[in-house]
């Protein structure tokens, strides 16, 4: 048999020899007459999980998610494009990538802002501000911590002075002072008109607003006690009575049996002779 008889197949050169001749297979084809095609999926050229699909002359890798190559020996970065979001770490998985939220943020590329004041995590009246990733508690008066969750015990620092007690109270306190001190942190010392000792000579002082009254002991009179009652000296008593001093006044007392005529004008009975 010789060339002229197209011996060669599928492509195959035919070549004459002095004894016959011989057939140079094409790519994928072999066996005397090139009749045998070589299937070269059988040796497992696709890596990674790909699929071998046998072409004339070849074959053609049909590469899993996340890698190519021409055996699709090659792992596709998806990191490099940098697809998480809001500072989150991209991890190359195979066949893919996962983005490692940071605090506050959720979602496939962690793109979702949590909004944390929503499950009301501050206490106490605090006011919740939403930030980047987290969130703010704003403390009322009297509150402090994280959360506001601790009360600041303002008396804890005694800040009432001079014997006062202190009394905590929401967002603050109050000083209760004792007799003579007043203030803020009754710091300030208070002395009433009657602690001033305005009444003279034992007078006894009554305080009204910022008026005082003096009640003069006997043998006293004046605004503020300050004269002496001249109410016997001399005696005034016209008839003969004992006179007696009185607060601020006198009074004659009869010690006789006394007749007489009592004049309108007259405060004293004269004795008939």
Known sequence: ??????????????????????????NGFTGTHCQTEILECSSNPCKNGASCAEQIAG???????????????????ECSSNPCKNGAICSESIGGYR???AIGFTGT????????????????????????GGYRCNCANGFTGTHCETEILE??????????????????????????FI????????????????????????????????TCDVGF?????????????????IGGEACENKTETWVCTLTVSLKGICFITFTICFPIL
């Open 59 to 77: 074959y053609r890798c049909f590469c899993a998610i996340g890698f190519t190559g021409t055996h699709c020996e090659l792992e596709i970065m």
């Open 155 to 180: 008396c804890s620092s005694s800040p009432c002075q001079n014997g006062a007690t202190c009394s905590e109270q929401i967002g603050g306190y109050r000083c209760n002072c004792v007799k003579g």
């Open 109 to 132: 590329h962690c793109e979702t802002d949590i909004m944390e004041c929503s499950s009301n995590p501050c206490k106490n009246g605090a006011i919740c501000s939403d930030l980047i």
């Open 1 to 26: 048999m010789e060339c002229s008889s197209n011996p060669c197949q599928n492509g195959a050169t035919c070549s004459k020899l002095l004894d016959g001749y011989l057939c140079t297979c094409a």
């Open 183 to 214: 203030g803020t942190h009754c710091e300030t010392v208070f002395i009433t008109r009657c602690e001033r000792s305005e009444c003279s000579n034992a007078g006894t002082c009554t305080q009204i607003g910022n008026n005082i009254t003096c």
């Open 221 to 237: 009179t004046g605004e503020r006690c300050d004269t002496v009652f001249q109410g016997c000296i001399p005696v005034p008593c």
């Open 99 to 101: 983005c490692n939220c």
